[in-house]
Nanobody, 117 residues
Framework: QVRLVESGGGLVQAGGSLRLSCRASGFIGKIDTIGWYRQTAGKQRELVAT???????NYADSVKGRAAISRDNAKTTVFLQMNSLKPEDTAVYYCHAKLIASMPDAWGQGTQVTVSS
């Protein structure tokens, strides 16, 4: 089992920046890919950014150039730095971990990000 706890959400003005954190605990050595998804009411959860255990990153087109995913050396915390925020970035942001083998994915509880115009 892997437990994920997000923090860092809040209210920010358009054009501002925010850094989200996701602390992983439990079987963190079983994490293959970790990253961020977001969801707004009535819409499907969508990928924002991911990072593989090897450090390869992937970003949604909507955030490319504005977002950066990173992690600490111990691989226990993953960060999402978002700059030049837009009102359309408003969503609940979820941390997600894809685990190796047949272990079930892990999700955090989510953190609200609201960007005011």
């Amino acid at each position: 089992q892997v437990r994920l706890v997000e923090s860092g959400g809040g209210l920010v003005q358009a054009g501002g920046s925010l850094r989200l954190s996701c602390r992983a605990s439990g079987f963190i050595g079983k994490i293959d890919t970790i990253g961020w998804y977001r969801q707004t009411a009535g819409k499907q959860r969508e990928l924002v950014a991911t990072m593989t255990n090897g450090g390869d990153t992937n970003y949604a087109d909507s955030v490319k150039g504005r977002a950066a995913i990173s992690r600490d050396n111990a691989k226990t915390t993953v960060f999402l730095q978002m700059n030049s925020l837009k009102p359309e970035d408003t969503a609940v942001y979820y941390c997600h971990a894809k685990l190796i083998a047949s272990m079930p994915d892990a999700w955090g509880q989510g953190t609200q990000v609201t960007v005011s115009s």
